[in-house]
């Protein structure tokens, strides 16, 4: 075989690889109303967003999970001048309504959303950042889950618990999202355990670019 041929099959090879193997999925950010949402962290994929934030028009965020890590929204936007559309005591919120569909290898039995402004540090009470904390008409509730436990210190997270989410299923989170003092882009994490014992996870990996 002469090496110009060798060369030409070389060639050809990767590019049917090229086309056959699939990289890694772009990442993808969605903008409604000032507010964007990321996937850029991996472990979902972004599908849509819509809404303006208010209570009977909250922004409706759907990802489709598929791990093999926990996935961190990425929201950007969020200020002073965007406001509060919830109507409560913060310097700028926004009602949220999350429907995430199950393409991991594992049945969900409960599920945990955190904010965090530090992607690896644990938002505390200083920050200002929390799930309508101090709010007379704070209210979560998930078509799915009837368990509901918020955690207001030394962290911010919600759990939702009693229910299951089969492989292939999917379930609705409603809560609201508020900063006393707010950010240009902070991080709801996620976590889905397969498990009812044991408490809440505190860690995540760094996984920024």
Excluded: C
């Amino acid at each position: 075989m002469s090496r110009r041929t060798a060369l030409g099959i070389a060639l050809l090879v990767a590019l049917v690889a090229a086309l056959v193997i699939p990289g890694p999925a772009a990442a993808k950010s969605l903008t409604v109303n000032g507010i964007s949402f990321s996937d850029e962290l991996g472990g979902f994929t972004l599908d849509r967003a819509s809404g303006s934030g208010t209570p009977s028009d909250p922004f409706v965020v759907v990802e489709t999970v598929t791990g093999p890590q926990h996935p961190v929204l990425v929201i950007r936007g969020l200020s002073a001048a965007f406001g509060n559309q919830i109507g409560s005591q913060h310097a700028a919120g926004f009602a949220m309504r999350k429907i995430v569909i199950n393409h991991t290898d594992h049945r969900w039995l409960r599920y945990q959303v955190e904010l965090r402004e530090e992607l690896n540090q644990q938002s505390d009470y200083g920050d200002g950042l929390s799930f309508d904390q101090g709010s007379q008409n704070r209210k979560e509730q998930s078509d799915v889950f009837a368990g509901v436990q918020d955690i207001d210190e030394p962290f911010d997270a919600i759990i939702f618990s009693n229910g299951e989410v089969p492989i292939g299923g999917k379930a609705t989170f409603d809560f609201a999202i508020t900063d006393s003092s707010p950010v240009d882009i902070f991080y709801l994490l996620q976590e889905q355990l397969d498990q009812v014992a044991g408490g809440p996870r505190r860690q995540v990996a760094d996984r920024r670019p």
